[in-house]
């Protein structure tokens, strides 16, 4: 007989190597089951998760630069704020349910204010498969152009790929198989030239790129909009992504009249959304802003670079971490032989093992897992 589902327990993050999904804040969690029947969709009738999605968006906003880039005006808002028609703040982003929706709506926002009947899209090859999904979706064409070498955009070859046709450019801040940052102000200066806007996907990277030095928020001119997703490094509950909107128009031109809610507009995709998300991320940015994610970048930082040197230290070949995420080269049999022992490690295109160290990820764990290296090489 089959357990009864009270029975089952959800799988533990001890060897889960590769995903981009963690254990939330325990404030997260509390937050998550409170809501879990409240509907941001409907800020009418569920005021108060639409205040804590206002409170989310607001904190979305420091992290990504947008707070500072937009000043006073205040950069809360939520996904029926297109269109309020009442004094409320200007909406410059909502929470979504992943990276996946923030992309496709970054991509369909841009496609409604293009200027041509064939818009296409540019993206690096390293940017996140959501961007088909959108493309097909929308029906638009995406350009995927090659990256330098050593995984990041080719701002030439972006260059290159730029016509009359282009409604946006996409980049990548901490990229899904080797955490690798484009260079966010040359691929804005070439936007902004090009009359083109600038969607940076930091799905993953947004929680750690404050601390980290880069430049790639709303505080380079011509990024226009941005995905960061709470339920990733952000520690909140699933499904709780962000997009966030330098300029509400890119918002309004989402939404859709809603003629029987008393809001008058909604922009997000889809229509009822999680409560539970959005509690979640409100909490977590609660915690965890600024402090507890500056200490979880400097604790990653610090494993993935010492895991690249053990690694390297056993004759295997690793790509240089910059955010986080470790790739390497390992043996077929022996990647295979650590995913029958349990851990759960995932390949790059290339084929390289990757390591996503996450905030489950300890130096523990990952002690133990190079023991099962040493065991099995
Ligand atoms: N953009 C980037 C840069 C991403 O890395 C991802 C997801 C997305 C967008 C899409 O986000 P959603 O999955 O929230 O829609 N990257 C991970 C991946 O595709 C997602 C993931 C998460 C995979 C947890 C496995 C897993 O256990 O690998």
């Known amino acids: 007989m089959q357990p009864s589902v009270a029975e089952r327990r959800p799988q533990s993050f001890d060897r889960v190597l590769s995903s981009m999904c963690t254990e939330p804040h325990p404030a997260a969690r509390r937050a998550a089951e409170r809501f879990l029947a409240a509907n941001p969709g409907d800020p009418a009738t569920y005021e108060t998760i639409a205040a804590l999605e206002e409170d989310t968006v607001a904190a979305l906003a420091e992290i990504t630069g947008l707070a500072d880039a937009v000043g006073g005006e205040g950069a809360g808002g939520h996904a ?13 982003g909502y929470v979504t349910s992943g990276g996946t929706e923030s992309n496709i709506q970054a991509v369909r926002s841009a496609r ?9 899209v540019v993206a690096p090859e390293s940017a996140h498969f959501s961007f088909h999904k959108a493309a097909s979706v929308l029906g638009v064409d995406l350009r ?36 690798r940052v484009d260079p ?8 902004v030239d090009a009359g083109v806007p600038l969607h940076v996907d930091a799905a993953w990277g947004g929680f750690h790129l404050p601390f980290s030095g880069h430049e790639w928020g709303f505080e380079v001119d011509g990024v226009d909009t941005v995905t960061i997703d709470p339920h990733k490094v952000g520690r909140a509950a699933v499904p709780a992504g962000g997009l966030l909107a330098r300029d509400p128009a890119a918002l309004d031109a989402l939404a859709v ?5 008393e809001t008058a507009s909604q922009a997000s995709l889809t229509g009822t959304r999680s ?3 959005v509690a979640s991320a409100a909490a977590a940015a609660d915690a965890l802003w600024p402090d507890g994610y500056r200490a979880e970048y400097e604790r990653a930082s610090g494993l993935a670079e010492w895991v690249a040197d053990e690694l390297r230290d056993r004759g295997l070949r690793v790509v240089d971490p910059e955010l ?15 995913r029958e022992r349990g851990w759960r490690l995932s390949r790059t295109g290339a084929g390289e093992a990757r390591v996503v160290v996450m905030p489950h990820v300890t130096r523990a764990s990952l002690s133990s897992f190079l023991d099962d290296v040493d065991d099995l090489l």
Not at 80 to 92: C, F, I, S
């Open 144 to 179: 995927t152009v090659t990256t330098d070498g050593d995984g990041r955009a080719d701002v030439d070859a972006v260059a290159a790929a730029l016509d009359d046709d282009a409604a946006l450019v996409v980049a990548v801040a901490g990229s899904t198989e080797y955490g």
């Open 112 to 120: 409604e204010r293009a200027d041509t009947d064939d818009p296409v």
């Open 275 to 277: 409560g539970a998300g």
């Open 80 to 92: 029926d704020g297109a269109d309020r028609g009442d004094d409320g703040p200007a909406a410059h």
């Open 257 to 261: 009249d809603t003629p029987y809610l």
């Open 184 to 191: 966010v102000p040359a691929l804005a200066d070439l936007a």
């Open 324 to 338: 986080p995420l470790v790739a390497f080269d390992l043996p077929s049999a022996t990647f295979e032989a650590l």
